[in-house]
């Protein structure tokens, strides 16, 4: 909301300067946003008087003036208005001042050869209207010299956001009242004109819906002139960002703006019959004031005549009806709308207006027989006429809400010693009725007041919440006790460990594009917003993968030589009772060159499917999984290369991760030139450890490093070409569980010396001794036990 | 004895004309040797009588001694020649670069979680989390923001087409407050924790991402009240800016799941085009900037939470993470937190081991 400090003043009696009154604003919840002071922008533009007026010497329409600035000799300025000539006064803009409508400082300047000293200006160009046919002239008394600000007694215009609680500071009245409780001065008496209503109103007025609309006020008034409206209302309206149209428009919109009231004139010659409120008959249409045309369903409710639905209630006038320059008669129309009702209808036909901002938060019920008065008689001041006895038709809520107060609760909740005494005063000077017992009476304009909570908050926010001292959480004796679940620990050592192995922590959107979503998961039954920002953000992600993917392509696109990064975050599934299934999952994308041509390596390397797995191994180490026992199997997914891809599983159906090289067929549909390798960890799927606290739970199993050296023997086996490596491995190290304690390949070799069909594995078998020293004999035996493993895989033992 | 001179003169010469071990072997064999020209000599002192020879052993043992002490200086001398040669055809141009070893990064985002979690967990609050993936009854309604509350159009609410079991429509979480309510009915009172997270309003532009990240702060027990609440803002800020000068002013305002309601900005100083926090707001060169919204938590969010409001009350608060890690770290675009541009990480990002700790200081400075 906008006003100017006039316009303030208009209702509150206040000595108080513009910094208080900010001041106070914020202090009491009324948040300032902004603050604009037009005086500023018409900071060297003054009063002036024009002597003499003579022809420009080369230019026809120009004229040279001699312009009396209030001070030291006349200075000369060349202006092309028509209207410019000697005796008038006006608006000159001396050297430095800025225009305000075009920010352009004004210069000393030869115009067509003759100098100017400043300018004289329109109304466009000070930003104060549209007229621009000659210069402003300003009245005989205006006093020459003076700053044209003060003249114009501009007026800062204040900007204040109003929480949605408080619908009765959506006007300047409320927001003095508001001031006036905080001790800012004194809130001065509506001025309601006087006016003779005389004879009942010739038009039927009533509601037919009395849960829409339980209350509709009106009154014809005829013979009424419209016009402009006067000048101080046109201020006032502008200070409020309004547009001035006519003056019974404009009084219905400073109702609005002044006391937080909405309301309507119909021109009476264009209704028909009664006019009344009623539920809107679905599938009826109805052609609004924006010229748009709505169509309406029976929950909401219209103004209607016998003919014709005239507006929408509580949100939008028709535009059939409105008043026109040559409207002679007109009906008054101050409802009240039901505030839920008003907003569902709002929200349906995603209409926002400044009628249902008001009334879906609840207008004053006490002001539609006095607004309807202050309407009448500001009418009748402003455009004569004649008005009616005025309807009341139904009634508005007027039941009001008896909160049993504590006074103790003030500290108890906010924390601030005020005093009983206090707090009755804050509380009658903000209209609350408190009478001995604490039983506090809530004025109908404050539906925002529930309990004694919100009269605590009443109390605080005008006593000061400044005032309130901070306290010392109470904390326990001694160190703080750790607080991370099992969870947290686990994504903060998986972070840092993907982190110091190279990686890039990135953060992407949780949304992604449909088909790329679609591509990355098996099942279809993906969450897809109703109301996406874009087509690229309308699915939530079911693998981290196609994200990262999406940002090493961004930064291949800018040249980047290597995208190494990770996420850890969530995928989204649909989950048990319409509910979501979200798990905890790591995404790793290596793209890219891994090394750059180097003197020391020659060629760029790109990324491999090894590399995926060192990652995939390394990440699941650090997340407590047991890597010594996981298999690794096939079907990573379709996104991944089917014969360089793998999954890492304990247990033939808990995937714990996969990894390997992304399809071409997927770096195609990403437009991304390969190789790029990916990991997914599904941290879900790793078994959790078993919880164990205290201090016994530290302590290890018990371990000393055997005396005795290792040795390790070499086997080399020729086995079929399909024989996967880890199989051979195993069987190795499980022919001697005593005395084996590591086998490792060390060499893969097809080619000269091995026949078709079968490849060369070399493995280095470790021994560790345990009381004493190996025999030689006991050497042959496990050589030969490790040998004949292997042979059942079909392996045989090179000479 | 002149013979001997003689060759020993020629020896010492031999030695020190040798050009490698090879040559200086074969003198050290030619006398030293067992047939060497001063073993040899040696021998003669056998058939001498004890007179010649207490004459004569001298002589030769000085000689014998002569020659070895040649042999040996010239030995170290070939030898310190030969590492010499083999060190300047070893030599290599260390000015090349060593293998790239890629230093990894923590997003400024997770950097900032650990930070908050290390010092909540000293104040006793635990950290919770809640699904992304909300209904509207948690999202909403249980905060006190029924379907027809004028702040519920205000959220930019995403929303799925699909409905809970309950028929609650489904939406992504506009607020970290959900993770309260789903805390307070597992927990109960008291309670104290903190819910980071991910947070989602249909609002795109160049200070509003569709996705940022909010840290919702929660104190229920039987008599907490606002000045804990600012004590705890307080006390937090100072510890996460490291600086004791923090200024916290508290606005009324309101949100439906608090009441009272407060607003709370800190005091700011700009220097060059970067704000820097401390200092009261009303001081010169200083003003206010907001920081998030909190209040005592309304009594009907504990009840639709399960819990007793005529026994527990407590506070509650949010705040932008984002905006807090640029505050701390200097960022100034928020987009780009969520571009994923190595560039942009290696310089905003931390390292691993930049795990923040109360004793080393929960920030990192460049």
Excluded at chain 1, 267 to 282: H, P, Q, T, W, Y
């Amino acid at each position: 909301m906008k006003f100017s400090l006039t316009w303030l003043k208009d209702h509150l009696e206040t000595e108080a300067s513009l910094q208080e009154i900010i001041d106070a604003l914020n202090a009491i919840g009324l948040e300032v946003e902004g603050v604009e002071d037009p005086s500023e922008l018409l900071a060297g533009f003054r009063v002036a008087y024009v002597l003499t007026a003579a022809k420009h010497p080369d230019a026809d329409k120009l004229q040279v003036l001699s312009v009396d600035t209030g001070e030291g000799d006349p200075v000369q300025v060349v202006c092309g208005a028509p209207n410019a000539r000697a005796g008038m006064k006006g608006v000159l803009g001396l050297p430095g001042a800025v225009v305000p409508s075009n920010g352009m400082e004004l210069r000393k300047a030869a115009i067509r050869g003759v100098e100017s000293t400043g300018m004289m200006c329109s109304a466009r160009e000070l930003d104060l209207g549209e007229d621009h046919d000659g210069i402003i002239e300003l009245p005989e008394d205006a006093s020459v010299g003076h700053s044209f600000a003060d003249f114009q007694a501009s007026s800062p215009i204040i900007e204040v956001a109003i929480t949605p609680n408080r619908p009765d500071c959506m006007g300047v009245y409320g927001i003095a009242r508001d001031l006036a409780a905080a001790g800012l001065g004194t809130l001065k008496p509506i001025a309601l004109p006087k006016f003779e209503a005389s004879g009942a109103c010739p038009v039927d007025i009533r509601t037919d819906d009395a849960k829409g609309c339980p209350a509709f006020f009106g009154r014809v008034i005829k013979d009424v002139k419209n016009g402009p409206s006067p000048d101080w209302m046109q201020a006032r309206l502008k200070s409020a960002g309004q547009k001035p149209i006519s003056l019974l428009v404009d009084l219905t919109n400073y109702l609005m703006l002044a006391f937080g009231r909405p309301s309507h004139v119909y021109d009476l010659a264009k209704l028909e019959g009664a006019i009344f409120a009623r539920s809107a008959v679905a599938g009826e249409e109805v052609l609004a004031l924006n010229e748009k045309t709505y169509t309406l369903d029976e929950t909401m409710t219209v103004i209607a005549d016998d003919a014709k639905v005239l507006g929408i209630g509580g949100i939008m006038g028709g535009e059939d009806t409105g008043v026109q320059d040559d409207t002679k008669d007109v009906l008054l129309e101050i409802a009240y709308f039901d505030p839920a009702r008003s907003g569902v209808t709002g929200r349906k036909l995603g209409l926002a207006t400044d009628a249902r901002t008001r009334f879906e938060r609840g207008v004053d019920p006490e002001f539609l027989g006095q607004g309807l008065d202050l309407l009448t008689g500001l009418i009748t001041q402003l455009a004569g006429g004649s008005p009616s006895e005025a309807v009341h038709a139904g009634s508005p809520p007027s039941e009001a809400k008896v909160v049993a107060f504590d006074t103790a609760l003030t500290k108890r909740l906010g924390g601030v010693d005020v005093s009983d005494d206090e707090q009755r005063t804050i509380l009658t000077s903000l209209g609350f009725e408190v009478a001995g017992d604490w039983q506090v009476t809530c004025p109908l304009r404050r539906n925002d007041i529930e309990g004694p909570a919100d009269l605590v908050e009443e109390v605080v926010r005008i006593h000061g919440l400044d005032k309130v001292e901070s306290v010392p959480l109470p904390r326990v004796d001694g160190v703080a006790r750790p607080t991370a679940s099992p969870q947290q620990m686990l994504e903060r050592k998986l972070r840092r460990a993907a982190a110091g192995s190279g990686l890039d922590e990135a953060i992407t959107w949780s949304f992604l594009p449909e088909d790329v979503a679609e591509h990355f998961t098996a099942t279809d039954d993906l969450w897809k917003l109703s109301n996406p920002i874009s087509e690229d953000m309308k699915v939530m992600r079911p693998s981290l993968v196609p994200g990262l993917l999406l940002a090493a392509k961004r930064n291949a696109d800018r040249g980047a030589g290597a995208t190494r990064v990770f996420e850890l975050g969530r995928r989204y599934f649909k989950g048990k009772g319409g509910a979501s299934d979200e798990r905890a999952t790591l995404g790793v994308v290596l793209a890219g060159e891994k090394t750059a041509r180097g003197w020391a390596n020659g060629k760029a390397v790109s990324f491999d499917a090894y590399d995926a797995k060192a990652a995939a191994l390394t990440l699941l180490e650090a997340a407590g999984a047991p890597t010594a026992r996981l298999m690794v199997m096939g079907e990573a997914g379709d996104q991944f290369h089917p014969g360089q891809s793998a999954t890492l599983r304990l247990g033939p159906k808990n995937v714990l991760a996969r990894f390997g090289m992304v399809h071409p067929a997927t770096l195609k549909a990403f437009d991304m030139d390969g190789p790029v390798a990916a990991v997914e960890l599904f941290l879900d799927a790793i078994p959790a450890k078993k919880a164990s606290r205290g201090p016994a739970s530290f302590a290890r199993p018990s371990f000393t490093p055997p005396a005795l050296q290792a040795v390790t023997r070499d086997f080399a086996f020729l086995v079929p070409a399909d024989l996967a490596a880890e199989d051979l491995l195993k069987s190795v190290r499980g022919s001697d569980k005593v005395n084996i304690t590591a086998a490792r390949v060390f060499d893969v070799f097809t080619g000269e010396g091995v026949p078709d069909g079968q490849k060369s594995i070399a493995i280095e078998v470790t021994l560790q001794p345990q009381e004493k020293s190996f025999k030689d004999k006991e050497l042959k035996a496990i050589a030969d036990t490790v040998v004949g493993a292997a042979t059942k895989l079909g392996a045989e033992l090179r000479g | 004895m002149t013979e001997l001179t003689d060759q020993k003169q020629a020896a010492l010469a031999a030695i020190s004309a040798a050009t490698n071990l090879d040559a200086l072997e074969e003198q050290r064999v030619g006398a030293l040797g067992k047939k060497g020209w001063v073993s040899l000599a040696l021998k003669t002192l056998g058939q001498m009588s004890p007179d010649e020879r207490k004459e004569a052993a001298p002589a030769i043992q000085a000689v014998r001694g002569e020659v070895a002490e040649a042999i040996d200086a010239k030995k170290a001398e070939l030898e310190t020649a030969a590492l010499e040669a083999q060190f300047a055809s070893e030599t290599i141009d260390l000015t090349l670069p060593a293998p790239d070893q890629p230093k990894g990064s923590i997003h400024p985002v997770s950097q900032v979680m650990d930070e908050l979690a290390e010092i909540f967990a000293d104040l006793g609050f635990s950290v919770a989390t809640g699904p992304e993936i909300e209904d509207d009854w948690h999202n909403f309604t249980a905060l006190n923001m029924d379907e027809s509350h004028p702040a519920r159009a205000m959220h930019d609410t995403f929303y799925f087409p699909d409905k809970a079991e309950d028929g609650a429509s489904m939406l992504l979480r506009t607020h970290t407050s959900p993770v309260q309510i789903r805390s307070m009915k597992a927990q109960g009172a008291p309670i104290r924790l903190i819910a980071p997270g991910r947070v989602y309003r249909s609002d795109s532009d160049a200070t509003h991402t569709p996705m940022f990240h909010q840290v919702e702060g929660l104190v229920v027990d039987e008599d907490i009240h606002l000045g804990h609440l600012k004590w705890t803002l307080e006390t937090f800020f100072k510890a996460f800016f490291e600086r004791e000068d923090i200024v916290l002013r508290l606005r009324p305002s309101y949100f439906p799941f608090t009441e009272p309601s407060v607003e709370v900005d800190v005091g700011y100083s700009n220097e060059g085009d970067r704000r820097v926090v401390g200092g009261h707001g009303d001081a010169p060169g200083h003003d206010w900037m907001e920081l998030g919204g909190s209040g005592m938590v309304n009594a009907r969010v504990l009840e639709f939470a399960g819990i007793d409001a005529d026994k527990y009350q407590g506070f509650a608060f949010g705040l932008g993470i984002d905006r807090i890690a640029m505050l701390k770290y200097g960022m100034n675009d928020l987009r780009a937190f969520f571009d994923g541009d190595p560039r942009w990480l290696n310089h905003y990002g931390f390292s691993p081991y930049d795990q923040p700790t109360l004793s080393a200081g929960v920030g990192v400075r460049p």
